[in-house]
């Protein structure tokens, strides 16, 4: 079946410095790619999603591309912000036209950003 | 943003009991979900439902589950009878298409946290 595996967490940095969670997955289907995240008290919310291979996408200084070759999709940014702290999960949608919601999710790094 | 909201945020109850766990999705969506997550693992899709019918479901979703949308209303997830091993965090979502690719989008809940003593 379809997997994907992700940084293990904690993960804790300070302002300013950069991020990398890396994120692989595993599908013999066409696969559509999204980071979500979580904030304290919330439910999960799209960060961004890219459906095509070799595309990256991106959002409030968030960015990931989508490795086919490497069956990769690992999130990174140059510079957090406090406001950054919380769990982040790499998912995995499979068939572009024929998927029905059902995405298979990451455990979730969770990140904290110290001032 | 579009809102998911969850009812009750936390229930505690005893192994056997019935439960019920309400889900006011986004006004104008037409597809929604159910997925699990048991503290320190991953979420985990239940199901999905559209016009008025259960399209997919995993094998995580039991005999024991069930859910419908009467006329409109909650989205609703019933376990009866629970287990332990039902205790976790059941988070809905809905999306205006089909969630998982191309334009669609879930919009989830904050979650539903479930205790089965």
């Known amino acids: 079946g379809d997997s994907v595996t992700q940084t293990e967490g904690p993960v804790t940095l300070s302002e300013g410095t950069s991020l990398t969670v890396n994120c692989s997955y595993e599908?013999?289907?066409?696969?559509?790619l999204f980071w979500y995240v979580q904030y304290p008290g919330e439910g999960p919310q799209l960060l961004f999603k890219v459906p095509k291979a070799n595309e990256k996408g991106s959002n409030r200084g968030f960015e990931a591309t989508y490795n086919k070759e490497a069956t990769s999709f690992h999130l990174q940014k140059a510079s957090v912000q406090e406001s950054d702290s919380a769990v982040y999960y790499c998912?995995?949608?499979?068939?572009?036209?024929?998927?029905?919601?059902?995405?298979?999710f990451g455990d979730g790094t969770v990140l904290t950003v110290k001032p | 943003g579009p809102k998911v909201l969850q009812i009750p945020s936390h229930q505690i109850i005893d192994m056997g009991q019935m439960v019920t766990l309400n889900c006011d999705p986004v006004s104008n969506h037409l597809y929604f979900y159910w997925y699990k997550q048991i503290l320190g693992q991953q979420m985990e899709f239940l199901v999905n439902?559209?016009?008025?019918?259960?399209?997919?479901k995993s094998k995580l979703f039991k005999d024991q589950f069930s859910v419908e949308r009467p006329d409109g209303s909650y989205f609703t997830l019933k376990i009866q009878p629970t287990a332990l091993e039902d205790s976790a965090v059941y988070f809905c979502?809905?999306?205006?298409?089909?969630?998982?690719?191309?334009?669609?989008?879930?919009?989830f809940g904050e979650g539903s946290k479930l205790t089965v003593l």
């Open positions: 979502a809905s999306s205006l298409y089909w969630g998982g690719a191309g334009t669609g989008q879930l919009y």
């Open positions: 998912a995995l949608g499979t068939g572009y036209n024929t998927n029905t919601g059902k995405l298979t």
């Open positions: 599908t013999k289907q066409y696969p559509t």
């Open positions: 439902f559209y016009n008025g019918k259960v399209m997919e």
